[in-house]
C-alpha cells in the first residue's frame, strides 16, 4: 500500500482510488470519509461494470472493476490521499471481505503512476445481469463532470443502461402498539437500525445481509441515506429531517429502503429524534 510519512516516520496518509460513487466527493463525504486531496486518474487495462449486486434489490447493480485482455481498456477516476483512520470506514462501507475485496492497483495521473488502494467485486456478489439506478449513474456523473474527467468518458458513462425504478406504496408500520427508541437506548442494540423514524432488528436477515449489521447496527442511518441521494448537497442535517426540509427525491429514497427494510428486517418500534 503506497504510503505518505512524516519525517519522523509517522504513517498518516494512504492512497485511494474510487471510481463509482466515489469519484464523488458528496457521496465519498457521506460515507465518513474526508480526503486531504484528489486528483485524476486513469487506470488502463481495466474495464467498469456494474455487476456487483447492491444488498437490496432497489439499488440493482454497482459500480466493479475488471482485468481486461484488452490494454486499450481503461477506467477513469479519482486518486484520494486520505487520513489513515479513512481505510476502516472505506472497508466498512465497501463490505471488505464480503462484497469486496480491496488491493493495490497502479494509476497513472498527471504527475506519473502511483499507486493505490481499491476495491473489486467478490465472486459471491457478482451478477453480470445487474445494471445501475438512475440515482447512482447520476451520482457518479455529478462527480466525473466536478472532477473534469474527460469528455468522451462521461459521455460513454451518460449513455449507460440503468435499472428501471421500482414505485413502492407509502410505508405504513404494523399495526400495534410499539416501544419508542431514541439515540442512547437504540445503541445499546447493535442489531438494531432505525430509519424514518422506525426501528428494525436485522438479526434474522437472510446470510448475504449479516455482513452489513455492524455498519448499520445501534444507529440511526436516515442522515447516511439522505446524503446517499442524488439531489444531496453534503449539508443536510438532522434538523432538516425532523423538519422535512430535505428534497422530494430523498423522501422517495428514504420511503424505498423502509419498504426494503421491512421487507428484510423485523419490525420493532419507533425512533424519537427529539429525545435523546
Known amino acids: 500500500m503506497l504510503r505518505v510519512f512524516l519525517q519522523n516516520g509517522e504513517e498518516i496518509m494512504f492512497s485511494y ?20 486531496s484528489s486528483e485524476r486518474a486513469v487506470l488502463h487495462g481495466w ?11 432497489h439499488e440493482g447493480g454497482v459500480a466493479n472493476i475488471e482485468l481486461s485482455n484488452d490494454q486499450s481498456d481503461f477506467v477513469e477516476g479519482m486518486v484520494h490521499t486520505c487520513p489513515d483512520e479513512s481505510l476502516a ?24 503512476k502511483i499507486k493505490a488502494q481499491t476495491y473489486i467485486g467478490l465472486p459471491g456478489f457478482i451478477d453480470d445481469s445487474c445494471l445501475p439506478t438512475k440515482r447512482y449513474l447520476n451520482i457518479i456523473l455529478k462527480g466525473a463532470e466536478e472532477m473534469e474527467l474527460s ?12 435499472l ?9 408500520p404494523p399495526p400495534g402498539t410499539w416501544p419508542h427508541f431514541n439515540k442512547s437506548s437504540l445503541a445499546s442494540h447493535p442489531a438494531y437500525t432505525a430509519l424514518g423514524g422506525h ?8 446470510s448475504k445481509l449479516q455482513g452489513i449489521i455492524s455498519l448499520l447496527g445501534g444507529k440511526d442511518m436516515t442522515l447516511f441515506f439522505v446524503k446517499r441521494h442524488d439531489t444531496s448537497n453534503g449539508n443536510e442535517t438532522i434538523g432538516d429531517i425532523i ?3 430535505i428534497s422530494p427525491g430523498a423522501k422517495k429514497y428514504i420511503n424505498a429502503y423502509l419498504n426494503e427494510f421491512a421487507r428484510e428486517y423485523q ?4 425512533f424519537d429524534y427529539a429525545r435523546e
Request: hydrophobic share 35%; net charge positive.
Open 17 to 36: 482510488f474510487g471510481y463509482g460513487s466515489n469519484i464523488n466527493l458528496i457521496s465519498l463525504k457521506a460515507k465518513g470519509v474526508v480526503p486531504v
Open 47 to 57: 474495464r467498469l461494470r456494474f455487476n456487483v449486486q447492491h444488498w437490496f434489490r
Open 89 to 112: 470506514s472505506l472497508d466498512a462501507v465497501e463490505s471488505y471481505g464480503l462484497g469486496y475485496d480491496r488491493t493495490e492497483v497502479e494509476v497513472e495521473t498527471a504527475d506519473g
Open 151 to 162: 469528455k468522451s468518458y462521461i459521455e460513454r458513462l451518460r449513455n449507460l443502461p440503468f
Open 164 to 172: 428501471p425504478e421500482i414505485i413502492y406504496p407509502e410505508f405504513k
Open 199 to 206: 426501528v428494525f432488528d436485522m438479526q434474522k436477515a437472510r
Open 243 to 245: 423538519q422535512g426540509r
Open 267 to 270: 419490525y420493532v418500534g419507533k
